[in-house]
């Protein structure tokens, strides 16, 4: 005991005397094979290793080692000994394994050299495993030439250094693939290692000098070479000491750590906490070695001497003695505890606080005492500190720890009490309802929850109602009562409203609405159970069903579940009264797969009437009961398929199956009471066609604002001519009529068709020059006749002998330079040719102008200019004189080039010519240049045209019969050539579109499937573009002049035959909107995802690119539908949630009509009056999404269910997307 404590009383120095030797009793061995020895003396040191060293030899599976504990009992000069050797043979596999307990004592003088045994060598130990050394100082010296170590030569085994100082001289003078360490020369050896032990140092030190004499060999400061799968821990330590190596390798922690010669695994971990290391000392923190990933070396840390104490170190190295320094450096009071601390520390706490007391001296007891605060007694009494100690009042603790005989400086903590005033009470129920004698609890929270002083008061406004006992409210009678709650501290309330109702009313019997149903499997129906009386207080009823394998039943809801009968029974929970109902299941029914209505479209006017015909899929569906509903019922009702118009407007008619769900729609136009027709002429009243080519007539209904404009086409006879839609197909030589009818009143108009026999072969070709002669620059012009004059296909093509003579371009012959070229002209139909020869002479050197070519063209004038035929090219000269007058016109906005009156045959080119003039007359007036052909109109922007250039535009239909490399799937029907000149120069490209419109060729069966290709001059294949119906002619918009297939669609997949949406699909497939899963899938009705629905929406708005590449966190970009995406993105018509898109999730049809209306609005549409949603979940409609599912249910573009429920969590099929697409797609005109 220290002097501070002789003022403790007489009873707390014996019962710390007490303590203590029970501590030393408590920490002997306990296990019977170890051996406690005790030593003293130098002779002491030597008996042990003498002991230890004569017991017989191990192998590298069991070694020979001693079992001991060892305790150092005074400070051991090993100076006089001359033959010490060290403890173990490690040749021998002999060593020593359990505790080496310095007791804080000294061991010095220690002189080994390089005598027996061979092998490894320590100050101390030569081989030990599984092993603790500590509170020990050494110093000395060792000389040998293998592994060698200022404690331990080599640990085969565990190994902990902990208190302990090395002060070594240590030399390594011998051979290669050895190592010195400070403390321990080697972890493991060779093929006699073992992995999976732990090396720890802490609070340990090195000094001295460790030298190796030999290149190669590891010097390192604490350890020289770990050689197998340990863990290593080195806490709290240091090195200081001169490492030399000659050439060598040098570490100041350690040396080497994978010194592997027999592919043993390498350091399990390593783990450096707050190590230091001398500054200047020779290496670096690792000598060399493969190190663990996780390894820190930022816990090591250089010093310089003299400046490490606990301040670096920490609490274990304390200067308690003032004698803790070992050749000028500190090291570890090993002996003299370290003062506790408290946890929390001293000051204000609340009231119940725990705190914890302990001391950084291992193994060390701590002893406390307690009294109130502002006392200081004259004698304490300690006592063993084995729990936390709480604090309610102010307090002061005092503590100190004890470990070997020694007591640490004694800790005081005063802790004051922080009182925390009450800020309110909050109930958990506010309002409850009970029964006389029946009991509630309510619970009050007070605040803060760390509030001094918690305690309420509970009280009743009226005990004859309810009553309350520590929140337990009791109803006594029939009324109403506030419960209050208040805080003791602030006087904070809260109230909760009881009302006691009278006492139940019992039940008297339970009644169904049915006593029999019918039922096929998986069917449900739905049994109502009234309880008697009407105002019983408990109507709860329990359902049962006697065969489950018939039917079940929940809440009431029987669901079949095979043939048979069943009883599903119902019983009061009040009473037990009961009913039954006979449940007959009948063998399961024949699916429904869809259904379709025989019209998609009708136009009616108020009071009229239409009908509705409804087929459901396979015909031998077992339940083909439908329900018939309407958009809005203000404009059409209908009753079992019959429409009937009520006011003007649209509605659309919807058939949904009862089994299934299966739907198909018609939208009805009520136009305001009907204008009659009074009469219908067509533009023609005979033409002239062979077979297989068409012509189109155009009915006029009158009056021009007649409410039904329908007409019926017919012909006299369908082997000469057919129609549709006005579109006339000849079929076979011979005259036919055709007729159009007015639906409205039934007025005629006909038209006489002649089919002329089939193609006339070409049977020769002449020209009407054989011979001329021109100058270079010249040129000349030469008449190809085919012959017979009626030849179905006169198309020639031009050839020359010598284009450095004479060149050909559609008969017009140009002179090059001198010399005798022959001009070929060849037929198409049967290659006959005729040939002139082309004599040209050099150019004049003076005088006169160009030489008049010899040949001649034919002519005619027309109402803008003169028609040329040249060859197969009727080429219309504009004459701008005749078109000025009309481009002044400010009543007309174009300029119209008719080329009706142009005659040009089959397969034959048109061409319209526009001096440089008229360009510049059309550029100045702003007006669009519009050619028009029998069906065919091109409107050029003045945008295309080039200012003081002569442009031509030509237009040749060819037989689709030549088409090559058409896409599967796709019938044509007619191509047509295009073709521009600026000049002599071709022009392919334009800045502005130019847009185009055919005729519908003969024998389209559908006009939706109907579309556009173009031939991609680079490929070779026809590419789709587009096109749309618009008055019964097909529409698009070009840059870019080719050949054009007019073409459809016959694309269908075996799993749509019969479905309800496959007319729209197959359309939307023919638009190149959407694809099947593969080629002859289309899985209709599989969930269509958000990445996949925000894609056609993309592709059908034909979005821009997107520039951003980062929009949403969950699409990387390499995804199929990326881009799209991004374009819909970019567009306003997607957004995504906490960053990411979500795009393989199932759309929701809310979510569906969200992106719908924002495309809707992005395109420009626009929305009338919206319609109230009357959808009876309408509330299950997210706020977010209402505004956008009532827009497009306004548009009719998604509708509800026959149950009056719209389903906005529900997931929309492949189906009713593509059908909801094209509903959009028809609103737009796209």
Same mark, same amino acid.
């Given at each position: ?1072 909107? =959407? $694809? !099947?899963?593969?080629?002859?899938? #289309? ?5 269509? %995802? *958000? @990445? /996949?629905?925000?894609?056609? &929406? ?99 573009? =998604? $509708? !509800?269910?026959?149950?009056?429920? #719209? ?5 929309? %099929? *492949? @189906? /009713?997307?593509?059908?909801? &697409? ?9």
């Amino acid at each position: 005991m220290k002097s501070k404590f002789k003022a403790f009383t007489r009873k707390f120095s014996l019962f710390l005397v007490l303590a203590m030797v029970i501590s030393l009793i408590s920490v002997a061995p306990a296990q019977a094979a170890q051996t406690t020895v005790h030593i003293s003396t130098a002779q002491d040191l030597v008996d042990l290793a003498n002991t230890i060293n004569s017991r017989p030899a191990g192998d590298n599976l069991n070694m020979s080692m001693g079992d001991y504990y060892v305790e150092v009992d005074a400070d051991i000069d090993m100076s006089g000994v001359s033959n010490w050797q060290g403890i173990g043979k490690p040749q021998n596999f002999i060593g020593m394994t359990g505790t080496f307990d310095g007791n804080g004592h000294t061991i010095s003088g220690i002189s080994l050299t390089n005598a027996q045994p061979v092998g490894p060598k320590g100050g101390l130990f030569n081989l030990v495993a599984d092993i603790t050394i500590k509170d020990l100082k050494v110093s000395g010296s060792v000389n040998s030439n293998r592994f060698i170590g200022g404690i331990v030569g080599r640990a085969l085994g565990s190994l902990t250094i902990q208190n302990c100082i090395a002060d070594m001289s240590l030399t390594l003078s011998g051979g290669a693939s050895n190592s010195v360490g400070g403390l321990v020369g080697q972890m493991g050896a060779g093929q006699w290692y073992t992995t999976g032990h732990t090396m720890t140092i802490i609070n340990s030190a090195a000094l001295g000098t460790f030298t190796s004499n030999t290149s190669g060999n590891p010097v390192g400061g604490l350890i020289g070479h770990i050689y197998t799968g340990f863990n290593v821990n080195i806490i709290n330590s240091y090195v200081a000491a001169s490492l030399v190596n000659a050439g060598g390798i040098t570490g100041a922690l350690v040396a080497n750590i994978n010194y592997n010669t027999f592919s043993i695994p390498t350091l399990s971990t390593l783990n450096i906490t707050n190590t230091w290391y001398l500054s200047g000392m020779s290496g670096s923190i690792i000598g060399e070695g493969t190190l663990p990933p996780d390894i820190d070396l930022g816990n090591c840390f250089s010093f310089t001497a003299g400046t490490l104490d606990a301040s670096n170190l920490g609490p274990a190295w304390e200067n308690k003695s003032g004698v803790n320094v070992f050749n000028g450096y500190s090291y570890p009071d090993i002996l003299h505890p370290v003062m506790p601390t408290a946890n929390p520390a001293a000051g204000a706490v609340a009231p119940g606080t725990t705190v914890t007391l302990s001391t950084a001296t291992v193994g060390a007891s701590v002893y406390y005492a307690v009294y109130p605060a502002g006392i200081d007694p004259a004698t304490v009494t300690f006592g063993l500190y084995n729990h936390p100690i709480v604090i309610n009042s102010d307090t002061t603790i005092k503590a100190y720890a004890s470990a070997n005989g020694e007591d640490s400086d004694v800790m005081t903590a005063d802790y004051t009490i922080r009182l925390q005033p009450v800020t309110g009470v909050e109930l958990d129920q506010h309002a409850i309802t009970l029964t006389p004698g029946a009991t509630g609890t309510l619970a009050a929270t007070v605040a803060p929850a760390d509030a001094t002083n918690k305690n309420v008061i509970w009280t009743t406004s009226d005990s004859t109602v309810a009553t309350v006992t520590y929140g337990v409210v009791t109803a006594v009678g029939a009324g109403t009562a506030n419960i209050t709650v208040r805080t003791a501290d602030g006087s904070f309330t809260d109230t909760c409203e009881v009302t006691v109702n009278p006492a139940a009313v019992a039940a008297t019997g339970v009644e169904l609405d049915q006593h029999a149903i019918t039922l096929t499997p998986g069917a449900t129906g739905t049994l109502t159970a009234t309880v008697a009386p009407t105002d019983a207080t408990n109507k709860n009823v329990i359902w049962t069903t006697s065969d489950s394998t018939v039917a079940t039943v929940t809440y009431g809801v029987v669901t079949a579940v095979g043939a048979g009968k069943a009883t599903i029974t119902v019983r009061t929970a009040d009473g037990n009264f009961t009913d039954t109902c006979e449940v007959t299941v009948n063998p399961a029914a024949l699916a429904v797969t869809g259904v379709g209505l025989d019209q998609h479209a009708i136009t009616l006017t108020p009071g009229a009437t239409g009908t509705l015909a409804a087929t459901v899929a396979p015909t031998d569906a077992t339940n083909k009961n439908v329900i018939w509903t309407t958009s809005d019922s203000t404009v059409a009702t209908v009753t079992y398929g019959v429409v009937t118009a009520v006011g003007a407007g649209k509605a659309t008619i919807t058939v949904r199956t009862a089994d299934g769900n299966f739907t198909d729609t018609c939208e009805v136009t009520v136009n305001p009471a009907a204008l009659a027709v009074t009469g219908v002429g067509l533009d023609q009243h005979a033409i002239t066609l062979t077979p297989g080519a068409i012509g189109a007539l155009t009915a006029t209904v009158a009056p021009a604002d007649a409410t039904n404009k329908n007409v019926i086409w017919t012909t006299s006879d369908s082997t000469v001519a057919t129609v549709t839609y006005g579109v006339v197909t000849a079929v076979g030589a011979g005259k036919a009529t055709i007729t159009v009818r007015t639906a409205d009143g039934s007025f005629k108009d006909s038209c006489e068709v002649t089919v002329s026999p089939a193609a006339v072969a070409v049977t020769g070709v002449g020209l009407d020059q054989h011979a001329i002669t021109l100058t270079a620059g010249a040129s000349g012009t030469l008449t190809a006749t085919v012959a017979p004059v009626d030849a179905t296909n006169k198309n020639v093509i031009w050839t020359t002998s010598d284009s450095t003579v004479a060149t050909v371009a559609k008969g017009v012959v140009t002179a090059v330079g001198a010399g005798t070229a022959t001009i070929t002209v060849t037929t198409e139909d049967g290659s006959f040719k005729d040939t002139c020869q082309v004599t040209v002479n050099a150019a004049a050197t003076s005088g006169g102008g160009p030489q008049a070519p010899t040949t001649t063209q034919q002519t005619s004038t027309t109402d803008l200019g003169q028609v040329i035929q040249s060859g197969s090219t009727a080429t219309l000269q504009v004459d701008a004189k005749k078109v000025a007058d009309q481009l002044k016109d400010a009543a007309q906005s174009e300029l119209v080039i008719n080329l009706s009156q142009v005659t040009a045959g089959s397969g034959q080119s048109k061409a319209v010519q526009l001096p440089a003039e008229v360009i510049n007359l059309v550029i100045a007036a702003n007006k669009p240049i519009v050619i028009q052909d029998s069906g065919l109109k091109i409107v050029i922007p003045t945008e295309v045209l080039i200012q003081g250039q002569n442009m031509t535009f030509s237009t040749t239909q060819v037989s689709s019969q030549t088409v090559a490399s058409a896409p599967e799937h796709v019938e044509s029907k007619a191509v047509y050539s295009f073709d521009a000149w600026a000049g002599e120069t071709a022009v392919h490209n334009f800045t502005k579109s130019i847009s185009i419109t055919l005729p519908i060729p003969a024998g389209v069966t559908e006009l939706g499937k109907l579309g556009v290709y173009y031939l991609n001059e680079t490929t070779g294949q026809w590419d789709y573009m587009g096109g749309r119906i618009v008055d019964g002619k097909l529409v698009f918009n070009t840059n870019h002049f080719s050949k054009y297939m007019v073409a459809e669609s016959q694309k269908t997949f075996g799993d749509i035959v019969s479905h309800w949406a496959k007319a729209d699909i197959e359309v939307m497939v023919a638009r190149h909107v =959407i $694809n !099947g899963t593969d080629a002859d899938t #289309f899985a209709p009705q599989n969930n269509i %995802t *958000r @990445a /996949e629905f925000a894609a056609l &929406l993309s592709r059908v708005l034909k979005l821009s690119d997107a520039a951003d590449e980062g929009t949403f966190k969950d699409i990387t970009g390499g995804e199929w539908y990326a881009n799209d995406v991004r374009k819909a993105a970019k567009a306003g018509i997607i957004q995504g949630s906490d960053g990411n898109f979500h795009p393989g999730d199932s759309i929701t049809r809310q979510e569906m009509a969200v992106m719908i209306n924002r495309a809707y609005s992005y395109a420009g549409g626009k929305i009338g009056t919206l319609t109230d949603l009357a959808f009876i979940d309408k509330g299950s409609i997210s706020a977010w999404a209402n505004d956008a599912v009532q827009s497009v249910y306004t548009l009719g573009i =998604i $509708n !509800g269910y026959p149950d009056g429920s #719209f389903g906005a969590l529900g997931h929309a %099929t *492949r @189906a /009713e997307g593509t059908v909801m &697409l094209k509903t959009f797609m028809d609103k737009l005109g796209l």
